[in-house]
């Protein structure tokens, strides 16, 4: 999976430079994002501006990530949902449960 990360204090703004979050790489993210809280930072940005389609391991790689962080009294934000996947975490209510911003800029602002 290709990511690019990129730490702010103890945020980290990770962009997922993939077209596609599906079960072929949702472990990957799953696993930086247990590295990232396990290693103590307090805040992760997902930015999900190039990701054009999601499934359920992509959205449960996000899901676990929230649990993680939850656990460690932390918190994980997400940023640039186009609309299938923005479509996708409303069918599932999930964007309910994660804090979603338009711009990555914005994200790390409310921290």
Do not use: C
């Not at 949702?26 to 290693?39: C, V």
């Not at 940005?45 to 932390?74: H, M, P, T, W, Y």
């Not at 949902?81 to 994200?107: C, G, P």
């Amino acid at each position: 999976m290709n990511l690019k990360r990129e730490d702010q204090g103890n945020v980290v703004l990770l962009q997922v430079k993939e077209e596609r979050l599906d079960a072929h790489n949702a472990d990957e993210l799953k696993q930086e994002l247990a590295g990232l809280f396990a290693g103590g930072k307090n805040g992760v940005v997902v930015d999900l501006k190039e990701v054009r389609f999601i499934d359920s391991s992509g959205l449960g790689a996000l899901v676990s990530g929230f649990k993680n962080a939850s656990a460690r009294q932390a918190d994980l934000k997400l940023s640039g949902l186009q609309s299938q996947v923005k479509s996708m975490f409303e069918l599932t209510r999930l964007h309910r449960v994660f804090a979603i911003y338009t711009t990555m800029d914005e994200a790390l602002a409310s921290f």
